[in-house]
């Protein structure tokens, strides 16, 4: 039962691989992009698990820098996606543009924040 | 009848209103001169300071400085000089007329001719007053010299016309405005010294309708007098107006001056014959009904005032003592002296050696009566009229008693021992009759004059004991005899439920019972709580009753030893004492939870001035912060995932092939990047110095930049995209 479980999860894992090599290569960068920024912000907080959270303004501003830039990701990705349909007539260099003016506009307030 | 009691009222309001010691010119008021009026290389300065220290010594019979060998070479300069009708050349005559320095005759006849013409051609007050009274001087100094004035008439009539109908004195012939000094007003004291001057120098006799009429111009001045409740009348520069000196004393010293030299020459006049000296009183007369119609004041035929005037004006000069300047010195002892000899009424003063008597050592009630400057007296009686105590104002102690007199020193003197009299305060009123009826016109002696005496003694303390009382039964416990002449130490013990009596009893030496100023039973703790009783008395009898049960709190519940100490004081006891009984162990119960603590005791006045305590400053800790290291590698840890990123990118094969290849898209989209990496920049240097102002305005120009070749950038990639499609 056991042997089947973890074969099934093994087809299953393989499934997804495959499936995951046919995404293009510009989505697969946004998707490096964003798992990098979640792991920058992982860091932090167990930084602070260990030390204490006493410039806390400071650490919220590094950890809501990587969160917020990491959503802003997974917006442009959701834009550029040619599957999804309802994006279908904006261009990916508009989605880019906005990306980084939400970025510019966010990193001021984290900049301003930070302390 | 009524207007009659009402007149004695009035009269007896105003004596007794009278409750004050005038003492004559003693010897107080020549050391001060002595003090005051000191020459400085053999000089006492101007011609002025020389007048009135040399008149002030003059008049006191002091003969210690001679000043002549400096002052008379001043005094010759300026008389050779010879100013007309000036300030100077009266000062110097006014010097001359005492230290009598040697001047030539012709001199004097030189200036006697100016000043009679300065005098008819005079135009204001002052140059009258100058030149009259400077040959006045002249007159006295060299009697051969002729200073008669031979149009006095006419002078007359010019200082006259100065006069106001409201008792001032126009300065000069062209000042209308009477109301202000600016606008010129002399005091009239100035004006009738004047015209004084003027009927002594003339040649012919004057008008004795215009002299009246000054007598009437002195009658309503003096009804501007100022009254204090001692009896002494003074002139108040506001309502006058002087020249020169302001204030009441300079004021009032000129009216003194001015009246008693006015009527020195009027009675002199009278004595000149008996045909003038008819018309003159038969002018007084007529003036004396005048007066009496305006005034209704008691007035003696022939007088120009009332008796009552000069005293209250010479006690006005006695009551101010001995002055700390030697302008008012000049000024008291000036005037004085002019009272002392005036043809009015001459003041007596009535004064006492001492107003504290002790029956103890037997004193005597002592009278002087002296004239101002304090000369003998004419032959007179004290009458002691009446006598009564300070509280009791209605009964009399003594009355209608004669004084003795000492022929020797001339004092009045009373045994006051064989009188009942007894210790305490006591209100004397005093009469002063003269001997002959002549004198009576003479001297001026003032009704009855009120004077506050002390008599002190001897009081008895008899049978003083102590005890400690039980509450309930109010029997007595313990009880001891006190020895309150004495030393006493009593150790008594007490708790709260009883209570402590303390008995005494006070009696004078006629046997009367006295109650003392102050009587007072302190206890205080250990702890220097202090506790204050007043003794309470029923006649002669005083007791206290401390009932310790009522008086746990006001103790504050503090047990333990109270030191006792009585205290019986009055300004009449001689013996007044203050001594400590004793202590008295209490035993109170223990205090509430509620009891009121005892105040804190005053500390030591001295100590206000020692350091004061240190302030220490308490600061916020520092919050922990991690070690170094571990933050160190924390940073190195937050790089990781940035190179994984780009192994990760690597791995995927990215390449720059998409980038413009023809220049102008292709330097577009290199400021693109240099745009975007300035911002970050900007943000750096926002977060390390920059303000957020700063940093706002220059991100708008970064903004606008980077939004233009943002778009074209972008735009170039969309088009090449679709082309890519199209095609």
């Not at chain 1, 042997?3 to 510009?26: I, M, N, V």
């Not at chain 2, 051969?144 to 008439?153: F, G, K, P």
């Not at chain 2, 009904?289 to 004006?313: A, S, W």
């Not at chain 2, 001459?346 to 504290?356: D, E, G, K, M």
Request: aromatic fraction near 8%.
């Amino acid at each position: 039962m056991a042997k089947t479980t973890a074969k099934d999860a093994q087809d299953l894992f393989r499934a997804l691989r495959s499936a995951y090599a046919a995404t293009p290569t510009k989505l697969k960068i946004i998707d490096i992009y964003v798992v990098f920024a979640i792991f920058t912000a992982l860091i932090q907080v167990v930084y602070m698990g260990i030390v204490g959270s006493f410039p806390f303004n400071s650490f919220l501003s590094g950890v809501l820098s990587c969160v917020g830039t990491a959503v802003l990701a997974v917006c442009l990705r959701i834009q550029v996606n040619k599957d999804n349909k309802e994006f279908k007539d904006l261009p990916p260099e508009r989605a880019f543009a906005d990306f980084v003016l939400c970025n510019v506009v966010l990193h001021l307030v984290i900049m301003n924040f930070i302390g | 009848m009524s207007r009659n009691l009402g007149f004695l009222f009035l009269i007896l309001s105003l004596a007794i209103c009278q409750a004050a010691i005038f003492e004559p010119v003693s010897d107080k008021h020549r050391s001060a001169a002595l003090h005051l009026f000191r020459p400085v290389d053999g000089s006492f300065g101007s011609l002025e300071e020389s007048y009135e220290s040399l008149r002030t010594f003059e008049i006191l019979g002091v003969k210690k400085f001679d000043v002549s060998q400096s002052t008379c070479p001043l005094v010759v300069k300026t008389l050779e000089a010879s100013p007309t009708c000036s300030k100077d050349l009266f000062d110097a005559l006014r010097v001359n007329r005492i230290l009598r320095c040697e001047v030539e005759a012709d001199i004097f006849e030189k200036i006697a001719s100016k000043l009679q013409t300065g005098i008819r051609e005079a135009s204001s007050l002052l140059d009258f007053y100058y030149g009259v009274g400077s040959l006045g001087l002249i007159k006295e100094q060299s009697p051969e010299t002729n200073v008669q004035l031979s149009d006095a008439s006419t002078t007359f009539h010019s200082i006259k016309s100065l006069s106001q109908s409201d008792g001032r004195w126009l300065f000069s012939f062209g000042s209308v405005e009477s109301s202000t000094y600016a606008a010129g007003t002399v005091h009239p004291g100035l004006a009738l010294e004047t015209l004084a001057g003027v009927i002594s120098l003339a040649s012919s006799e004057l008008d004795q309708s215009m002299i009246g009429a000054v007598k009437s111009d002195i009658v309503k001045l003096f009804d501007s007098t100022e009254r204090y409740d001692d009896g002494s009348l003074y002139f108040d520069d506001k309502l006058l107006d002087t020249h020169g000196h302001q204030g009441p004393i300079s004021t009032t010293s000129a009216v003194v001056r001015g009246v008693t030299s006015f009527s020195a020459v009027i009675s002199g006049k009278l004595n000149v014959s008996y045909q003038q000296l008819l018309s003159c009183s038969l002018a007084c007369l007529l003036a004396f009904v005048v007066l009496c119609e305006m005034t209704i004041k008691f007035l003696l035929p022939g007088e120009l005032l009332p008796g009552d005037k000069i005293l209250g004006l010479a006690r006005f000069f006695l009551g101010i003592g001995v002055p700390g300047n030697a302008k008012d010195l000049f000024t008291q002892i000036d005037s004085v002296a002019c009272l002392e000899d005036n043809k009015i009424s001459i003041p007596l003063i009535l004064s006492l050696p001492a107003t504290v008597l002790s029956l103890t050592k037997k004193d005597q009630l002592k009278v002087k009566v002296n004239t101002v400057l304090g000369s003998s007296a004419p032959p007179l009686t004290v009458k002691l009229v009446q006598a009564f105590s300070s509280d009791k104002k209605e009964i009399p102690v003594l009355e209608n008693q004669k004084l003795n007199v000492d022929p020797e020193s001339s004092d009045h003197s009373l045994d006051i021992l064989s009188s009942n009299i007894d210790i305490g305060k006591y209100i004397f009123s005093f009469r002063v009759v003269l001997h002959e009826s002549e004198n009576k016109k003479i001297y001026a002696t003032g009704g009855q004059t009120q004077v506050p005496i002390f008599i002190t003694g001897f009081i008895n303390v008899d049978s003083s004991e102590i005890s400690i009382l039980d509450s309930d039964l109010g029997s007595i416990e313990t009880k001891q005899k006190l020895d309150l002449s004495g030393k006493t130490s009593l150790s008594l013990s007490a708790n709260h439920l009883q209570k402590l009596s303390l008995h005494f009893e006070l009696t004078t030496p006629h046997g009367n019972s006295f109650h003392p100023h102050q009587v007072l039973l302190k206890l205080s703790h250990e702890s220097k709580v202090e506790h204050v009783f007043l003794v309470g008395n029923s006649g002669r009898h005083f007791e206290i009753l401390l009932d310790f049960l009522g008086l746990v709190e006001k103790f504050y519940y503090l047990s333990g030893k109270y030191d006792m100490q009585l205290t019986v004081g009055d300004v009449a006891m001689e013996n007044s004492f203050l001594i400590a009984l004793g202590h008295v162990e209490l035993d109170l119960p223990q205090a509430p939870e509620k009891a009121p603590r005892p105040p804190p005791q005053p500390v030591d006045p001295s100590s206000i001035y020692g350091p004061k305590q240190e302030i220490i400053h308490i600061f916020r800790a520092t919050e922990k912060r991690p070690p170094q290291e571990l933050s160190l590698a924390f940073l190195g840890l937050t790089v990781l995932p940035f190179f994984a990123f780009l192994i990760g990118l690597v791995r995927l094969g990215v390449n720059l092939k998409n980038f413009p290849s023809s220049a102008l898209p292709a330097t577009f989209a290199l400021l693109f990047h240099c745009g975007i990496a300035a911002v970050l920049s900007l943000y750096l240097l926002f977060w390390l110095k920059l303000d957020l102002f700063t940093t706002l305005k220059a991100l708008g120009f970064l903004g606008i930049f980077l939004l233009f070749v943002g778009h074209r950038t972008l735009s170039h990639l969309a088009s090449m995209s679709t082309k890519l499609k199209s095609a």
